[in-house]
């Protein structure tokens, strides 16, 4: 999606400015022709010198909103006054334009879901088909409230798993870097220095004199090929072979696939559950559901019980044929069909696996601290001993 900056006149004669977000400017006149509005002027919007990186929407503003908009809501306050409230305190430029365009639309007719699918970059097809739910049945406040917890869930989720990375991407950095420093700096030196002395040189410190050669001629080579082949495989894991492929071989890894996996089906389990308790369609919250799964694997796995509920299957079965699901969610998902508590068996399974995820990391956060630091000792006694071993031969030698 794009953003177009837009000149318009109202049905009153006023004249207004503002951001639209279309897929190209043809789009975003026509949107802005069916909001009622009379186009002066539009031009794709241009940021200039300003930073964006810390400007985006991200899942924590999405849900503080979704917090404040259902505690206002479950206060008396009308929907669009709640909305231009928020517009009001929010700080990020562009979440408080697409708060503000959500109001202009509701007040010009349009539902409260299909303003937010106007926005479906921000708001998630589950988001607004919750929040569609709760429009149809009149329970808008409680299944506001209900999402935010939701999202909050995720939130802390999400929180978690990336914080126990955080030490070891730092370390790993570190021993990058330094021996980057080492290789690239210090290392050609003392190759100067021997070559100098005119003395035979063991094997380790020949190979780590070839190693610097690499690193100090062709560094930039090294760098064009890990972002080129960083982004290639990024663009072939978006491709549903290569994601199946790719996410096939992270569930067959010792430690990290069991994590994926339990992550994938925590987002999964959630999603369905919160679905189900807002009163969507099974076979909607199945498809919506099964987009949120992480691992390609699961959303293959979901699609093909979506087939089979189609045709008539129970949900639990369906789960049932497929072995990358464990027994525990068939089981349970067969105890909420029999006792029409969907929602809370499905929030329980989550539940669940949210805790095993908790756990594994833990014990992964543990286990990693002194693998690291053997493996740094490794490399720094390999480069000592790269650099004395020929200084201890000259020493002999006198």
């Not at 740094?376 to 030698?397: F, Q, R, W």
Request: net charge neutral.
């Amino acid at each position: 999606m794009l953003q177009f900056k837009y000149t318009i006149r109202d049905a009153k004669g006023n004249t207004k400015e503002g951001l639209i977000e279309a897929t190209n400017i043809r789009s975003a006149s026509a949107i802005l022709h069916d909001r009622g509005y009379v186009v002066i002027d539009i031009a794709p919007h241009k940021e200039g010198t300003q930073f964006k990186f810390f400007g985006g929407v991200n899942l924590g503003d999405i849900a503080n909103f979704t917090r404040q908009l259902a505690t206002m809501i479950n206060s008396g306050l009308p929907l669009t006054d709640s909305l231009i409230i928020l517009e009001k305190q929010t700080d990020k430029e562009k979440f408080r334009e697409i708060i503000r365009q959500i109001a202009e639309d509701i007040q010009g007719g349009d539902t409260f879901a299909d303003a937010l699918s106007k926005h479906s970059s921000i708001f998630s097809l589950a988001f607004i088909n919750i929040v569609r739910a709760g429009e149809s049945s009149g329970t808008l406040d409680q299944v506001l409230t209900n999402l935010a917890n939701t999202l909050e869930k995720d939130r802390e989720f999400q929180s978690k798993v990336k914080g126990a990375f955080v030490y070891p991407i730092i370390i790993i950095g570190a021993m990058i870097l330094v021996s980057a420093i080492i290789l690239i700096f210090v290392v050609p030196k003392l190759t100067e220095l021997y070559t100098d002395l005119d003395i035979s040189l063991p094997l380790p410190t020949k190979i780590m004199i070839f190693i610097s050669i690499i690193a100090s001629r062709f560094w930039w080579l090294m760098i064009i090929l890990g972002v080129v082949g960083f982004s290639a495989l990024r663009r072939y894991r978006k491709t549903p072979q290569g994601g199946l492929l790719i996410d096939r071989l992270i569930l067959r890894l010792p430690i990290m696939g069991r994590l994926n996996r339990d992550s994938s089906l925590t987002e999964l389990t959630r999603t369905l559950g919160a679905l189900v308790g807002a009163g969507v369609p099974i076979l909607e919250s199945l498809k919506i559901a099964g987009s949120v799964a992480t691992n390609a694997v699961h959303r293959q796995a979901v699609s093909k019980a979506t087939t089979l509920v189609e045709k008539g299957a129970q949900l639990s079965k369906a789960l049932a044929t497929d072995e990358v699901f464990p027994p525990i969610i068939p089981q349970m998902v067969a105890v909420g069909e029999e006792t029409g508590k969907m929602d809370d068996v499905l929030n329980k399974v989550s539940h669940f696996y949210e805790l095993e995820v908790e756990h594994q990391v833990k014990n992964l956060t543990t286990a990693l601290e002194p693998i690291i630091m053997i493996i740094l000792g490794i490399m720094v006694a390999l480069l000592v001993i790269s650099i004395i071993l020929p200084i201890y031969n000259i020493t002999s030698a006198f």
